[in-house]
């Protein structure tokens, strides 16, 4: 779970980021971006472009035809609100005011956020669960996967590259496939290791070959999120399914239902797709920042979980 189920609920809802948009297609954003290039991208304004710019805005990459590309946007976006049109998206994105050199400002915080909450929840797991506990070290491998996937989170949100772009959904899916295997080990490892066994590798191949398809067949969004949300969906039932069973049992169940529960409600928040609000707020970043508390409740529930295996001979009810 942890990142990864909030993005195996979101991705039924994701809309495939475009390589053209309306906003982007428009000549007069087209002519405009030319004119600019043009005009301060060679020569002597080029050299002056970067001996003013920022340090930061050198480091992560911001180049002059960036910034023509920005300039130009807010060009068009300004003729589109003077004629009544809603505004456009641009390159897939609806177009956000740049903060420093944060492209969308509130995903990069809600994004970090999610991984500081991540990183504290860990470290209280690490002192509240001995190692000798059966979850411990799957519990602390996943942690720290998802703790990974959420800085290219932040990373791609803050600048978004092709390298960014593709670092932020190839984690994002190992997190995914990584909660398949944690849920595994939990319902079914414990008493048979040689089926999580075989299912990590399973999963490890799984993934070679999703990378792969990707890098050198065809960077294909609906299969991205065709096989996200096929390994999402088999995630969420295989959960709700243990807490079922063990409803009974283990007096903490309920958290675990909740937090799967929780993630694919809030999810629906990516239907809203709007403008951002002041240039800052979308629905992508209100969802992260909606996911924020959720790691409270699922480290409960890891911390509650892991304490009852150590004191249990038997380790839960199995699944089968």
């Not at 980021?17 to 428009?26: I, N, V």
């Not at 807010?74 to 505004?87: D, H, I, M, P, R």
Request: with cysteine; aromatic share 16%; glycine share 4%.
């Amino acid at each position: 779970m942890s990142r990864l189920m909030f993005l195996a609920a979101a991705v039924f809802l994701l809309s495939a980021p475009a390589s053209a948009s309306q906003g982007d297609k428009e000549p007069v954003y087209r002519d405009c971006v030319k004119q600019c290039v043009r005009t301060n991208c060679t020569g002597a304004r080029l050299r002056g472009f970067q001996s003013s710019q920022p340090p930061y805005m050198a480091l992560t990459g911001w180049t002059c035809r960036d910034d023509c590309r920005y300039q130009c946007m807010w060009t068009t976006v300004g003729l589109y609100q003077a004629e009544g049109y809603s505004v456009p998206q641009f390159h897939g994105k609806w177009p956000f005011a740049r903060f420093l050199c944060f492209e969308e400002p509130a995903s990069a915080l809600a994004s970090l956020l999610n991984g500081l909450a991540c990183l504290l929840m860990l470290l209280r797991y690490r002192s509240a669960v001995p190692r000798q506990s059966p979850m411990y070290h799957t519990i602390t491998a996943f942690s720290l996967v998802s703790l990974n996937a959420w800085f290219w989170s932040t990373v791609f949100h803050t600048r978004d590259t092709y390298l960014t772009e593709k670092m932020d959904y190839f984690c994002a899916s190992a997190v995914i496939l990584y909660s398949i295997y944690l849920c595994c080990v939990r319902t079914l490892g414990l008493r048979r290791p040689a089926i999580s066994s075989m299912v990590g590798v399973l999963l490890i191949l799984a993934f070679t070959s999703h990378v792969s398809y990707l890098t050198f067949v065809s960077f294909d969004y609906g299969y991205n999120m065709a096989a996200n949300a096929t390994i999402g969906m088999i995630n969420l039932l295989w959960w709700l399914c243990w807490c079922w069973l063990n409803r009974r049992i283990l007096p903490y169940w309920w958290k675990c239902g909740m937090v799967v529960l929780s993630l694919h409600g809030l999810a629906l928040l990516e239907l809203l797709d709007f403008p951002p609000l002041f240039w800052v707020l979308d629905a992508h970043a209100v969802w992260h920042l909606s996911t924020v508390p959720v790691h409270f409740l699922f480290y409960s529930f890891l911390i509650d979980d892991s304490l009852h295996l150590l004191n249990t001979e038997k380790p839960g009810v199995k699944l089968d």
